[in-house]
């Protein structure tokens, strides 16, 4: 988690004076690994530290928070997302992005936005839920208070920068141009930029834009991700009454593809080339 200073480190009690924050998640044995005679090599004694078992020795790494493989996905988004969805109202940037190998679990934490349970979907869809429920109650209580949401969603894949709510185009293969901007910043041109008005409709957006992204199956994953994507919510405030109260402010929601060995997933062809090119754009 990139953001504003005011994540609470499990490590420390306080606010952390960073600007980044660093949360483990270990996930649960898989089926396929319990088959296999595997055997959890993490233990979590505590909410700020990982022992890792290697070799009949134990190796102690500290962060700021520590998620067991018990962890709710509810846990994780009031930990992580909920003060990062704070300081978007406040006008400041974040990022939150789920870095790791294949198979350990970063589209589950971040997206599962097509769970049959309910308490299982990830990070993003609750952050928007979050968002319009403040808008709603922020407007009741300050009626000259008007927002505004906006949304993009990209992928890079194979070193290349795509659209995910844009139509295919027959010249998709070029992608589109990352510039920089003196006032603006970085930024990517052509970029689609959607308004979303209600939770529903910010789902829709999610959906419509996974079902573009690159995915395929491997030794190590059913539906592996062959691309990061970035979903990014632009909230624009104005007050009609006190101008020091407009703020815009972004939250850009990063999905990454995971690292991966070729020996390990067993992948060839198109598929080692796109590991190759996961691995040069982490």
Do not use: W
Not at 128 to 139: H, N, P, W
Request: charged share 25%; aromatic share 4%; with cysteine.
């Amino acid at each position: 988690v990139a953001s504003a200073p005011a994540v609470e480190s499990q490590a420390t009690g306080a606010k952390a004076s960073s600007r980044v924050c660093v949360a483990v998640r270990c996930r649960p044995l898989s089926e396929k690994e319990e088959l296999a005679g595997g055997v959890c090599a993490v233990q979590t004694p505590d909410q700020a530290r990982l022992v890792l078992k290697h070799k009949g020795e134990n190796s102690s790494f500290n962060f700021d928070h520590v998620f067991g493989p018990e962890a709710e996905q509810r846990h994780i988004f009031e930990t992580l997302g909920a003060p990062q969805l704070n300081q978007a109202f406040e006008g400041y940037n974040s990022t939150i992005f789920a870095y790791g190998q294949t198979g350990s679990g970063k589209t589950h934490t971040m997206l599962n936005i097509h769970a049959q349970d309910p308490e299982q979907r990830g990070l993003i869809p609750r952050i928007s839920d979050g968002l319009f429920a403040r808008i709603a109650e922020l407007t009741r209580l300050h009626p000259s208070k008007h927002f505004l949401v906006e949304c993009s969603f990209l992928e890079i894949y194979n070193e290349v920068v795509h659209d995910l709510l844009a139509p295919k185009r027959k010249d998709r293969a070029a992608g589109l141009e990352v510039k920089e901007n003196k006032g603006v910043g970085v930024y990517v041109k052509d970029l689609t930029e959607t308004i979303a008005d209600s939770p529903e409709k910010l789902s829709r957006l999610l959906e419509d834009g996974l079902a573009m992204r690159a995915v395929a199956a491997t030794k190590m994953n059913d539906t592996s991700s062959r691309s990061h994507c970035i979903f990014t919510i632009r909230l624009r405030q104005k007050d009609e009454n006190d101008s020091s109260q407009n703020t815009i402010s972004k939250l850009n929601l990063v999905d990454l593809a995971g690292s991966e060995r070729a020996k390990d997933t067993g992948a060839e062809g198109t598929l080692l080339k796109e590991g190759a090119n996961i691995n040069k754009s982490l």
